[in-house]
T-cell receptor, first 116, second 114 residues
Framework: DTGVSQDPRHKITKRGQNVTFRCDPISEHNRLYWYRQTLGQGPEFLTYFQNEAQLEKSRLLSDRFSAERPKGSFSTLEIQRTEQGDSAMYLC??????????????FGPGTRLTVL | AQKITQTQPGMFVQEKEAVTLDCTYDTSDQSYGLFWYKQPSSGEMIFLIYQGSYDEQNATEGRYSLNFQKARKSANLVISASQLGDSAMYFCAMRVGGYSTLTFGKGTMLLVSP
């Protein structure tokens, strides 16, 4: 499969615990995005990487959230001290820097987080 | 600030009929891109169609076409000959800024009946 993959697909955790999600973009895509989608809403932008550099962060990304993309390949999103309001689908997307599919963001299947 | 508005929470259409899903947008930028994505119950966002702000022709992709009216700031999706598999959430989105982050609307749930 050559699409964007995310792991895990589902995560249930207790309030106060830390969680980490992983995204593997399409191999030749140097641009990577994280979005959060709550029930009944469209996805909301969280953060953007170009290669290994984190170039943009949304105000939604509180101090409890941190994202990395070491070596410009896969990315991780960590949430510390989870709260019930963090329950959502976390979507990862990637995009090439140039070429035929330049405008399109290719989305992964998402990680659904439930905080009890 | 950029904003996408989708005023139809839900739409019903019979199989083989055409349906239009509404989208209006607000931006002060001259250069922007408009997208439609489909999200089935499985959760994955599937790209359907793209329209650039400087494109003179309306975009088409198979059964999907985008009715782009720049002066009215609307970018409606038209699905011709609906199929049962078209039942899903549909999101309109706008590319903003140099990093091309997407701003999404709240979506429209489309149900196609036999």
């Amino acid at each position: 499969d050559t699409g964007v993959s995310q792991d895990p697909r589902h995560k249930i955790t207790k309030r106060g615990q830390n969680v980490t999600f992983r995204c593997d973009p399409i191999s030749e895509h140097n641009r990577l995005y994280w979005y959060r989608q709550t029930l009944g809403q469209g996805p909301e932008f969280l953060t953007y990487f170009q290669n290994e550099a984190q170039l943009e962060k949304s105000r939604l990304l509180s101090d409890r959230f941190s994202a990395e993309r070491p070596k410009g390949s896969f990315s991780t999103l960590e949430i510390q001290r989870t709260e019930q309001g963090d329950s959502a689908m976390y979507l990862c997307a990637s995009r090439p820097g140039q070429g035929f599919s330049y405008n399109e963001q290719f989305f992964g299947p998402g990680t659904r987080l439930t905080v009890l | 600030a950029q904003k996408i508005t989708q005023t139809q929470p839900g739409m019903f259409v019979q199989e083989k009929e055409a349906v239009t899903l509404d989208c209006t947008y607000d931006t002060s930028d001259q250069s922007y891109g408009l997208f439609w994505y489909k999200q089935p119950s499985s959760g994955e966002m599937i790209f359907l169609i793209y329209q650039g702000s400087y494109d003179e022709q309306n975009a088409t992709e198979g059964r999907y076409s985008l009715n782009f009216q720049k002066a009215r700031k609307s970018a409606n999706l038209v699905i011709s000959a609906s199929q049962l598999g078209d039942s899903a959430m549909y999101f309109c989105a706008m590319r903003v800024g140099g990093y091309s982050t997407l701003t999404f609307g709240k979506g429209t749930m489309l149900l196609v009946s036999p």
